[in-house]
């Protein structure tokens, strides 16, 4: 019997860190306790960022850690944020969202199976490594709450409106089961003399995200949404 050691189980402490903290984002929105639960959708999203690069960097990829992630992305990513935004909307006594509730939840458990299906082939060539096939649970989930951070930031009115609320999940929903090329971090590379100006890009990041967390995030969704053209266009040159 194959005995299982301390390091390989590393990265799978993480990706339940991660589960756990998308569950509890469910207990504080129930609480209508929106920040908080907004924060820790996002500090799950980093954990699930991180724990296969820990993986890689321990040498203890498994399948068993690869399932595990997506039953937790499942979670945290495909099925909280959706619930979030629903009672965010209920709060505010705007009915009928649990269709799109339902249809997100579907288009991101299809996503996920799709992602498992292909991180079990062993071909792999330039495209696959620099680019995903729509975008990540996790990116579908900052979008999804986009409008909240918005208002938490601005105060802004604009989001809470019911027909905008209501069809709004169609978007990350859309994009999570299109073939959409965009960009997987494990694809990106610099230039060396790129490396000094994406240090001092990463540090004014980081002072942001610490003095102004909101602005921070809303910041760095919007980048990524807005680098798809980009990401079509390289992927059609390759």
């Known amino acids: 019997m194959k005995k299982l050691s301390l390091r390989s189980l590393i990265p799978n402490l993480f990706t339940f ?13 129930i609480e209508n306790k929106w920040e908080i639960s907004v924060s820790l959708v996002i500090f799950a999203s980093f ?26 992305d499942l979670v945290s990513f495909g099925v909280t944020p959706a619930i979030i935004v629903y009672l965010w909307s209920e709060s505010m006594s705007i009915q009928g969202m649990w269709a799109m509730v339902i249809f997100y939840a579907i288009c991101s458990t299809s996503r996920l199976a799709r992602f498992n299906i292909s991180s ?3 071909q792999s060539n330039s495209k696959k490594i620099k680019f995903f096939s729509g975008i990540s649970t996790p ?37 999570m089961i299109s073939n959409v090329p965009t960009f997987s ?8 003399k790129l490396l000094p100006f994406v240090i001092i ?11 102004d967390f909101w ?18 266009y390289d992927f059609r040159k390759i």
């Open 17 to 29: 860190i991660s589960l756990t903290l998308g569950l509890t984002a469910l207990k504080f929105a």
């Open 47 to 72: 954990l699930d960022n991180i724990d296969g690069k820990i993986a890689r960097l321990l040498k203890s990829n498994s399948n068993f850690g690869i399932e595990l992630d997506s039953l937790s």
């Open 120 to 122: 079990h082939e062993t």
């Open 139 to 175: 990116a579908a989930a900052g979008l999804t709450l986009l409008p909240l951070m918005f208002n938490f930031r601005f105060n802004v009115d604009f989001f809470i409106n019911a027909y905008f609320i209501k069809f709004y999940l169609i978007i990350p929903s859309i994009l």
């Open 185 to 192: 971090l494990k694809g990106i590379k610099f230039e060396k």
């Open 201 to 211: 890009l990463l540090a004014s990041f980081l002072s942001l995200l610490l003095t």
């Open 215 to 232: 602005l921070a995030m809303i910041i760095l969704i919007t980048a990524y949404y807005i680098s798809i053209p980009l990401a079509i």
